[in-house]
């Protein structure tokens, strides 16, 4: 599948934002999708990933209580709601899509978007 983000921004330390990934492909409602965050100099890490039916979801302890995944098969989207943003999560967000079982494993991911950039200022 072809994955596509949007939502990135430039915002407030404690502004929410929400980040969508749009899929363009047969059979998107199979994949299990997860964000991932690379920032500046870092390796790219696990945020949140959601399985194929949306009845399963996993978060980045660093996200815990303040990210929400989601998505709508009908309209092939996961979305990646965000509160309370703090400038430790500055980066670039990838979501990536896996026929197999979700994951936190990068690896596990064949499909990627090319990344949308979230700045949060202090």
């Known amino acids: 599948v072809q994955l596509e983000e949007s939502g990135g921004g430039l915002v407030r330390t404690g502004a929410p934002l929400r980040l969508s990934c749009a899929a363009a492909?047969?059979?998107?409602?199979?994949?299990?999708v997860a964000w991932f965050r690379q920032a500046p100099g870092k390796e790219r890490d696990f945020v949140a990933g959601?399985?194929?039916?949306?009845?399963?979801?996993l978060y980045a302890d660093s996200v815990k209580g303040r990210f929400t995944i989601s998505r709508d098969n009908a309209k092939n989207t996961v979305y990646l709601q965000m509160n309370n943003l703090k400038p430790e999560d500055t980066a670039v967000y990838y979501c990536a899509a896996s026929i197999l079982d979700l994951t936190i494993v990068a690896s596990e991911y064949d499909d990627w978007g090319q990344g949308t950039q979230v700045t949060v200022s202090s």
């Open positions: 492909g047969r059979a998107f409602s199979r994949y299990a």
């Open positions: 959601i399985n194929w039916s949306g009845g399963n979801t």
